[in-house]
């Protein structure tokens, strides 16, 4: 059972979209439109939800590398006409399962693409479906190693009910007192194979046309590819 958020309950457009993602005859083009504008719509929400932001706001945006391109540009697109500057992390995970357990997933990090980390106020994490937390965990825990934001936002379309918890227990309390949840949906039912129902209509990167894992690691971004060709010109 589907449960929309304070932030979608009032929105025709919001349910219209994510209804868009559940739907199997989606085509690969406008279910990434689709998470672009989401992203967007996100973005607002955030802006709207928080005295913390402002033109000299330090904001990394940090993502993994399938939602790079559609669901992560859609919120820098729109974050950056009311933050100044915005770095962007792009994280490469191998999701699997521990011991072939459904619930010990595991996503280590196999690549990376990091702009500058210096001074960070907000950390915002995004991600086009939070299940397990495992990807997020993995993430965040790369990123807070290295950076200490003063407050974290953890971004998505669809939550399963208990991402929440799950992801708040992962970290000593002195790390999620700074979590900010920001999110669409809250679905309660999820498959023997682990896949939340509805949640964002399968696996999103087969739904993007990227096919699977292995496909998905070697995808460079087009994001990616930009602003590392922008950072060089610089």
Request: proline share 4%.
């Amino acid at each position: 059972m589907r449960q929309l958020s304070q932030f979608a309950q009032n929105s025709a457009e919001i349910k219209s979209l994510l209804d868009i993602l559940i739907d199997p005859n989606t085509q690969s083009q406008e279910y990434a439109n689709t998470f672009y504008q989401l992203g967007g719509a996100l973005s607002d929400i955030i802006r709207d939800s928080n005295e913390f932001l402002s033109p000299q706001t330090q904001v990394t945006l940090a993502c993994s590398s399938e939602d790079a391109d559609w669901l992560t540009k859609g919120i820098l697109d729109r974050l950056e006409k009311h933050v100044s500057k915005i770095n962007l992390a792009v994280f490469w995970n191998m999701r699997s399962n521990a011991f072939e357990n459904n619930k010990l997933a595991i996503a280590p990090i196999i690549k990376t693409y990091i702009e500058s980390l210096e001074n960070v106020d907000i950390l915002i994490i995004c991600k086009s479906i939070i299940n397990t937390s495992c990807v997020v965990r993995t993430n965040l825990t790369y990123l807070i190693e290295r950076i200490t934001p003063k407050r974290i936002f953890i971004v998505s379309p669809v939550l399963f009910k208990n991402a929440i918890p799950s992801l708040e227990n992962e970290f000593p309390k002195s790390i999620s007192d700074k979590f900010n949840f920001f999110y669409l949906a809250e679905d309660n039912e999820v498959t023997e194979s682990g896949e939340v129902i509805p949640g964002i209509g399968g696996s999103v990167y087969r739904r993007l046309g990227l096919e699977d894992s292995m496909k998905k690691n070697k995808y460079i971004p087009v994001i990616v590819k930009q602003r590392r060709e922008a950072n060089q010109l610089s």
